[in-house]
């Protein structure tokens, strides 16, 4: 039974032990460190790609550019010297080469990257302006940058200021962007497949726009009268988080007077549904603001590695660990976050769930639960129907209440059925329903805000006789199955070595958990997740200073996209299907069992051919089975070399735009820095464009621009209670629109959890999957009230595979890429100059394998040739392959030909790391 002891703050508050107390004592401000540069890898840069101008090409990006190169990774002996020194961004330039291994990536590479990004100004140089601008690639890129211009030419990029001057500054990444806008390899008119030439055969002939768009418009118009609007689609997944020419943006619109599909990002989805389980957050609002771990007493880092991934959240950790802080990173890879940590947890990939809920069930048993955080913010009391498995509430009892509800649901989905499906689930979701508790005080079944004394655990029986359990009697129960002799099996950790830290987390006054995606790509990625939140859950850690979770804030504040995309045209948007099934629809022409054509795709702001997994489902399944596909982007990516026709966008500085900050407070204007360069034309413009040549003037009327459009997003109520306007963040350039200034913004502190009456879910009342696509879920939906622990596909220690691939397939990220983009950067291929398979010297010389040698990973979906590298950071029985390269980049094959295609149907997310491989010696 639940104690009353009080809650882990409370108890630390009365000794005198608390974050303030400890913060206190220590004294000193914070500062920042840059490590000490170490030897550097020398290595040629790749010759440039330059595509030919006009007529009939053959187009140069089926060149392998490391053919003929050494590939030597022997240290450099030139040592460089620290940052603030006599290392400056001229002579780092000048005298870096590649950055290969652990010992070079952990720390040298750190310092030497700092001194680049600290030699840049915010000062504009002679004849220069200055344009407000910011980094809009995937998730976490959302830096504040400055455009220096010269000559109607961007010359530089430099970090700009925040009112919390702690989120100035970005990553080699983002200054580095000069190179992709004035890159060889940059696409610069419209370029259509040669007739009669396969796809990937890199024949193209350069066409007008005109000729171009009229094309596009004829098939999408010949598709729809033979097969239905439903037969095109439009894909995108994080290439661009602009609100007007980005993701967010008019291709929506478009698709939506079609009455297309718009498939649903599936690629990083599992770590956040497992989170909402009990957070109630969505799939990405669960984190809280980076600073605050400066409150936290200790941080586990688990399954990321924000050193190299996301440097503006790491500096928030390292000053916390420089004020004391304990910083604890567990990960199958001793990653650079992991070196620079105060404890390194090595655990086997893909059962970090069964080590959180072993963990949560030794808490219960030796009585170190947070007694008051689970009466007072959690629906531990919440009575459970033994005949449903669904909590007794006004929704099911008694019967007149039911019926009533019922009734209100009906007129609901009348009322708003034109809406669509969407509209008509949130205005269900709005209706209230109260929930019921024993009380004993009464010895009765009450709702529970008239519960005096709420029980937390027991089996009791309704009046008219249905059986019932609370939901805290119900988790403890589920939770006993996990042992921790099972835990240390698994993982590989000692039986020992969980116990104690088991009783140090749970004795922790305020535990942060740095987590972004790592757990994410495995089958049980959400199993992962929602293990380590119910853990969170039970010792207290959420809803407090310092407490929660970190990695992936995002603002709270969103505009009116949905305005923007549904106009008087508006035929319907299905965007519920996941893009990781579309090799599967296409190539059958099916979907859930039923006849679903589909034959033309259009891919903006994404690039599927590279970061799906499973690649040769693309490549075998998809591509000979669709009509007509059209790729939008910079540059002649893997997914465009397929394409039928290719149109050049914009970069993000040849527009204006608007991004929302992630792992930082702020909303950012972009300011147009420089005109779009040869032919590209910006994402909305091309909309525009197709969106009159079919016909709907109406929702693409001529004159409509950032103003229309914006004035638009910022119709709705969230913006007007913020005051938010295109014209004051035209002035104002940067506003934040998350929390309060001073104050860290932490999830569930400040207000209740978007959950049933506003508790931390410890049972899922109605678990629902992030898509709903029709997918049959009626064998699973019963054992999805309460996590469990699930085994991955094949990354698993008992997986039936091992024998024949014995070695886990990772695919961990770099610091030089965000997937693909920037991947033919010319300065960050001087570090990082090609694909490498990175293997523990046991695996390696068990296979008569060195450093230097070309190796072959294969499994039976695929295979890719590359150098080898050893490297001690990487545990035995595991390769990995850092993410992010394209097929041409390779020897042979491609990286992501043996990565897992499998999604679950829950999360419906990629599963990228839940597969294995073996390596052998390769000669040509």
Known sequence: MCRGRGSRAA??????DTPSHRRAARGGKHRRRHGAPERWRQHRRPAPFRPARGGTMDFPFAARPNEGQSGSHGCSKERKTMSGTTLTRRSFLKTTGAVAGASCLGAGSFGALRAFADDQDEKPGEGEQLFNCNCRSNCMGSCRLLAHVRDGKLVK???????????????????????RIYSPTRIQYPMRRVDGTERGAGQWERVTWDEAIAEIAQKMQDTIDQYGPKAIAFD?????????????????????????IKTAACYDYAAGHGIDRVLGTGDW??????????DSSMVVVWGTNPVFTHPHSWRWIQWAKEKGTKVVTIDPIKSATAHRSDEYIRVNPGHDGYLALAMANYVIEHDLVDDAFIADRSNAAFLVRQDTKRHLSTANWPAESAATYAATVAAAKEKYAAQGPTAVAAAVAAIPIDYYVWDNATGSIVLLDDATDPAMEGSFSTPDGIALDTSYSLLKEQLSQYSIAEAARLTGLTEDFIVEFTERFAAEDAVSVNITYGLDHYLNGYHNTWAIAILMALTGNLAKPGAGFTGVFTTRWSPETLGLWVTKEYKGLNATIPFGLMPEIVATQSLNGKPFPMKVMVSYCANPASNLGGQREFLDRLLPNLDYY???????????????????????????????????????????????????????????????????????????????WGAILFSNAASKAKGLTLDRFRQEKVIQTTGTPGESFITGMTSPFTTEKGRVRLYTDNPQPRLNYGQDLSDR????????????????????LAEKYPLVYLQEHSRFRVHTQWGRVPLLRELDPEPLAKVNGKDAADRGVTTGDLVEVYNDRGRCVVKCLIDESIAPGVV??????QRDQFIEGGYQEMSQPGMDPYPSAASFYDARVNFRKWEA
């Open 236 to 260: 995108a997944a994080s290439g661009n988080y602009g609100y007007i020419n980005g993701v967010y943006g008019l291709f929506p619109r478009l698709a939506a007077c079609l009455g297309a």
């Open 781 to 800: 939906v019963d054992g999805e009230h309460l996590v469990y622990y699930r085994d991955p596909a094949e990354a698993g220690v008992d997986s039936p």
């Open 11 to 16: 108890r630390g508050a009365a000794r005198g």
């Open 157 to 179: 990029l430099s970090p700009g200021g925040y009112q919390e001057p702690g989120y100035t500054g970005c990553c080699l990444k983002g200054l580095s962007y000069v190179e």
């Open 630 to 708: 059209v790729v939008i982007d910079m540059e002649m990516t893997d997914s465009a070399q397929y394409a039928d026709m290719v149109l050049p966008a914009t970069s993000w500085y040849e527009v204006e735009d608007i991004r929302a900050g992630y792992n930082n407070p702020y909303t950012i204007f972009q300011e147009k820095a420089i005109e779009p360069l040869y032919e590209s034309k910006p994402d909305s413009e091309i909309a525009y464009l197709l969106g009159r040549a079919l016909g709907f003037e109406a929702s693409f009327p001529e004159g409509d621009d950032i103003d229309t």
């Open 285 to 294: 609002q669960y984190c809280n603001e980076p600073n605050s771990v400066l």
């Open 880 to 885: 990995s392959i850092p993410k992010g390269w």
